[in-house]
């Protein structure tokens, strides 16, 4: 039966974990349980007195009724810090109940740490519990007399239950800034750091319920930019990001706090603006139109195309009061194209790349080092957690140390075993974490509880010792392997162990009790932390898929375009292998825009990237750089080899349209080493040989002549006539060439 899903948001948080029905009655389930075993004992085992285990299985039975029929506490609430006392003070009741075994109910304090580092936000909150929690564990030997096996279990298990509470309360907080990070990211365009599409929906739907209750107006405003096409062509891809930036800065720079700035896509931006009416937002609009324009710095000039809703004079529905923002901002372009008032546009000849250090900066969320990897795999290989694992085995090999001297058990064996303890503390201390999948792995997890009950049969005396280390089980085995069948057979054999080690009669009747207790501890908590850490697994796959995947498309985004591209110059220059990139840039995708609409444009992108996998080899990494803009990466790939893939890419393209909707590419490609020895120098090569084969296509010699139409379905001619020319460099200088770290391609 598969563990549920956390509610209601699908992102970790500590609310959500504290409310969680499933998580809850686990920790209803041990009190249960313990209660159910402590009312068996005394008929079982005659030797122990009933007549006080008897009233504290009633007290622990009526903790987990009543706990079951309140609920979950909620966070912060005074319930929520008594719930948490609830299993120490329990636990030190118990031994007092079984004094002078009082062995037999310590594992049971196992459980605070982890529960207490899920129901609490404050780390000083979280170590006032844990302190506190350690001191009511140990206060039953101020109170009572107990035997000896009763101490060493208490000493052993403090360390535990502050280690688990330590461990949990670290992972926690990591899934909970990843999941904000996710968060921020589902409602962020990455390239501008404005809200995206998803974060307007929902937040016209807020505002507008919001306005509706008050009875106040509110402003959309649609907003375009004129020109953007010919500013692309004019300085580049990298050169539009730019301008992008800039103007999604500058529109910020002009709204208030409460406004909500949104880009839809391309060079499109919506603002929504609250308890504003058309008056109000009139003057903002004048200064936004000369705000934009002035982003624009030396480049082509740029204008703004802007339409603008208020609610409720214009439309009440959210869906209605865009489109009615949209047709106005349609209207005013076209009025602005029939009075010539667009500024004039001009394309660039045929020119080497720009200089490298005139180039845009990756996009804001792409030049971000990183962000926090919380999984299994992260968790398993960070060297913290490793360390934290090596200094429990040498605390434990301490206190067995200490336990020799103190009472005086002297023994070849229990030497023995205290010098291979200290042997595997210094193995992991000194070594990397080893892989997830290797057998090493397992033999780390399997060492926890075998060792453990080794220890307890060879040293009878000390035997209490172990319960600490075995209730370590269940959060080790749960972050070091993936699979759930392993994890529960590793669980299975620790429980089948104790069993028959309790059943052989290897150890007391008290400690044999302990260690079942033990069992049903490192089974519930690993249960819970698989809940936690499948958790994590999932919102890091989600937060890594949308850091890496262009979100229309589900290509591969800039950073994953980086990454590849590292890769595959690591690969290269270890195999002596070359590779070639592929750049691919739409015809006329702005006219689709604009006849169409942005949400025509976007199938259009769906369907190209459909159509680049059906063409592409086995192994290629196809990417999205942005706008019209594809690249495919292909490994171990000669330009010979790389040209027949870039034909059946412009062809599959051209097979997108008709002659009445035709629809072209720009193909351009570059090889490592052949061409270049550094990424964005092989980018430059393979963008400049895009609008190289563009213009050769609109009536360069060499090319189509101006008038042809652009290939299309049904003449596939046209196509591969075209693909004749590119991929040549232009006739430049080849001492500039040289200068940016480009060679030149023999014929």
């Known amino acids: 039966m598969p563990l549920p899903p956390l509610e209601p948001t699908g992102r970790i948080s500590r609310r959500d974990l504290a409310l969680n029905q499933w998580v809850w009655s686990t920790f209803v389930a041990v009190f249960g349980i313990v209660a159910v075993s402590t009312a068996a004992i005394p008929v079982l085992w005659p030797s122990f007195d009933g007549t006080t285990l008897w009233p504290f299985a009633a007290l622990l039975a009526a903790v987990a009724v009543s706990s079951q029929l309140l609920g979950p506490p909620r966070l912060g609430s005074l319930r929520n810090h008594l719930t948490m006392l609830a299993p120490p003070v ?115 739907v807020y505002e507008l319920e919001r306005h509706e209750r008050a009875r106040k107006s509110m402003t959309v405003v649609a907003l375009d930019l004129n020109g953007f096409k010919g500013y692309n062509a004019a300085l580049g891809r990298d050169a539009g990001d730019r301008l992008l930036q800039r103007v999604a800065m500058a529109i910020e720079s002009h709204v208030g706090p409460h406004d909500t ?143 020799f001297v103190v009472f005086g058990f002297p023994g070849v064996s229990s030497a023995a075993f205290c010098v291979a303890l200290a042997l595997v503390t210094a193995l992991i201390l000194l070594r990397e974490p080893p892989a ?60 089948a162990a104790i069993a028959v080690v309790f059943a052989v009669g290897l150890v007391s009747v008290p400690i044999g009790l302990g260690l079942l207790l033990t069992a049903v501890v490192f089974w519930s908590v690993g249960l819970c932390d698989i809940l936690h850490l499948e958790s994590a697994d999932a919102q890091c796959a989600e937060l890594d898929a949308l850091v890496r995947r262009d979100p229309v498309t589900a290509l591969g985004n800039r950073r994953f375009y980086a990454e590849q591209l590292e890769h595959e110059f690591r690969r290269a220059t270890r195999t002596r292998r070359p590779f070639t990139l592929i750049a691919i840039d739409l015809d006329d995708f702005g006219d689709i825009d604009e006849r169409h609409g942005a949400g025509a444009g976007d199938e259009l992108l769906r369907r190209v990237a459909g159509a680049m996998a059906e063409v592409t080899p086995a192994g290629a990494t196809l990417i999205r750089r942005g706008g019209d ?16 893939v870039g034909n059946a890419l412009r062809v599959a393209i051209a097979k997108l349209g008709d002659r009445a909707n035709p629809v072209a590419a720009g193909v351009g490609l570059a090889t490592y080493p052949i061409d270049a020895t550094d990424g964005e120098v092989l980018r430059h090569v393979a963008e400049w040989r895009v609008r190289e084969d563009k213009l050769r296509r609109r009536g360069l010699p060499g090319g189509r002549r101006a008038s042809d139409p652009p290939p299309h379905a049904g003449d596939p001619a046209q196509s591969a006539d075209a693909l004749q020319v590119f991929g040549r460099p232009a006739e430049v200088d080849p001492r500039a060439l040289r200068r940016r770290g480009i060679r030149r391609r023999s014929a």
């Open 90 to 204: 329990c636990t030190s009741i118990g031994i007092i109940a079984f004094a002078p075994n009082g062995v037999v109910p310590v594992a049971a304090a196992a459980f605070a740490g982890t529960f207490s580092a899920s129901r609490l936000q404050s780390r000083r909150e979280l170590a006032a519990h844990l302190a506190a929690g350690a001191v009511i564990l140990a206060l039953p030997l101020a109170v009572g007399s107990f035997d000896q096996a009763t101490t060493i279990a208490i000493i052993s298990m403090i360390p535990t239950v502050i280690a688990l509470g330590v461990c949990t309360a670290l992972v926690l907080e990591a899934s909970e800034a990843q999941g904000a990070e996710l968060e921020r990211l589902v409602r962020r365009d990455p390239l501008t750091g404005v809200g995206n599409q998803r974060h307007l929906d929902e937040r016209l």
């Open 436 to 495: 997830m999948q290797s057998w090493l792995n397992q033999v780390v997890v399997a060492t926890t509880y075998a060792g453990s009950l080794l220890f307890a049969v060879l040293t009878p005396d000390l035997a209490a010792g172990s319960l600490g280390p075995i209730a370590f089980l269940g959060p080790l085995a749960a972050v070091r392997l993936v699979d759930r069948k392993k994890i529960f057979v590793h669980y299975g054999v620790a429980t």
């Open 261 to 403: 700035v949104v880009r839809t896509g391309g060079d499109e931006f919506c603002i929504l603006l609250p308890d504003t009416s058309w008056d109000v937002a009139d003057t903002l609009l004048d200064d936004l139109r000369l705000a934009v324009s002035a982003a624009a710095e030396d480049g082509p000039a740029i204008t703004t195309g802007i339409g603008v809703a208020v609610y409720p004079s214009d439309a009440q529905d959210p869906k209605l009061l865009m489109e009615v923002a949209d047709t106005r901002l349609g209207l005013e372009k076209y009025e602005i194209q029939a009075a010539r008032l667009l500024p004039e546009l001009w394309e660039p000849t045929v020119v080497p790349p720009p200089v490298l250090e005139s180039e845009a900066t990756e996009p804001r969320l792409d030049t971000v080092g990183g962000f926090t990897q919380v999984s299994r795999a992260a968790i398993a290989a960070n060297p913290t957690v490793w360390l934290v694992t090596g200094l429990m085995y040498a605390l434990y090999t301490l206190l067995i140390g200490v336990a």
């Open 629 to 644: 803009q594809f690249c495919v990466l292909l490994a171990d790939t000669t330009p010979e080899q790389a040209l027949p």
